[in-house]
């Protein structure tokens, strides 16, 4: 079990590598600036302030910025109304998402918030 587990982390993290390198190849393809790049790549870590009023909206918070959920749906929605601005702030997001990824860091578990769908942080 213990070997399967870790075949499932390592594959979960590959796929988070896979995220980011895709996700900043497109956005160099793009022509983007990487200014802004550097400035929002950290902004979806803003989701732990509510930690400091309930560590459980915080949790939901965290994991709600954490899925790639709301990042696709941003740039497909972009790319449908030919906004760039929005594939632009989709693309930082998911490299974000895909850099967490790739070090281990997933979706918290509301029991323990050290533990993510990856592993123990």
């Known amino acids: ?3 399967e587990s870790k075949s499932v982390s390592n594959m979960l993290r590959l796929e988070g590598i896979v995220i980011l390198s895709a996700s900043v190849a497109l956005y160099a393809y793009a022509d983007y600036g990487w200014l802004m790049f550097a400035i929002l790549f950290f902004a979806p870590d803003l ?4 930690y400091a009023v ?3 909206v915080g949790i939901a918070v965290y994991n709600v910025m954490h899925t790639l959920t709301l990042p696709l749906l941003l ?8 906004w760039p601005v929005g594939v632009q702030l989709a693309l930082i997001w998911l490299a974000h998402i895909g ?3 790739a070090v281990g ?14 592993s123990r942080v």
Do not use: C, E, F, W
């Open 99 to 101: 850099m967490d990824r």
């Open 54 to 56: 309930n560590r459980g």
């Open 1 to 3: 079990m213990k070997n």
């Open 47 to 50: 989701a732990l302030i509510p």
């Open 75 to 82: 740039g497909i929605v972009a790319l449908l109304l030919g």
């Open 105 to 118: 860091y997933g979706l918290k578990y509301s029991d323990q918030r050290h533990d993510t769908h990856l």
